[in-house]
């Protein structure tokens, strides 16, 4: 995509160091009870999805490049709470081309966000995972059996082949 010149916008959830903006449903719901909160993994990399912790980077193998937007976003869905719209709107795009993690949450929510905004979407069904593959090959599904009604679904080496 960089080679042919398209826009790249890079999304990462993450909230607030002190989580003024974490949405009560996590921080109060099941997951707390059980000690899973967003802030309460224990990982050696930080608290996951705080800003600022390592564990919230973008890995270096995808890291964005000068001038490569990154859109931080207090929650599942891309256009929430962001200037996600304005980027697109103000750079003439009228398609997006989703891919990342994970594909029956954040990547589906900004799917149907974006269509509800009248973006025309494919998701690159190969460049996508879930924490179970069982969800992602269902959030696939969803898209398939709607015949295409959020996004158009694509293998890579189609994408890659369509654009040579």
Request: charged fraction near 25%.
């Amino acid at each position: 995509m960089r080679n042919q010149g398209f826009h790249i916008i890079h999304t990462r959830e993450g909230h607030r160091p002190d989580l003024t903006d974490l949405p009560a449903q996590p921080s109060a719901g099941v997951r707390a009870q059980i000690g899973a909160g967003i802030w309460r993994f224990p990982v050696h990399c930080g608290r996951v999805l705080v800003r600022g912790e390592a564990g919230w980077e973008i890995i270096p193998d995808l890291a964005p490049l000068p001038g490569e937007p990154i859109i931080d976003k207090p929650g599942k869905g891309s256009f929430c709470a962001t200037d996600l719209e304005l980027m697109l709107r103000l750079r003439g795009i009228e398609n997006m081309v989703l891919t990342g993690i994970t594909t029956d949450v954040c990547v589906h929510t900004t799917m149907r966000e974006a269509n509800d905004r009248g973006f025309e979407c494919v998701l690159i069904e190969d460049c996508c995972a879930a924490t179970d593959k069982s969800n992602h090959d269902h959030a696939l599904k969803m898209i398939k059996m709607q015949g295409g009604v959020f996004a158009q679904l694509r293998q890579s080496g189609a994408m890659i082949e369509a654009l040579s």
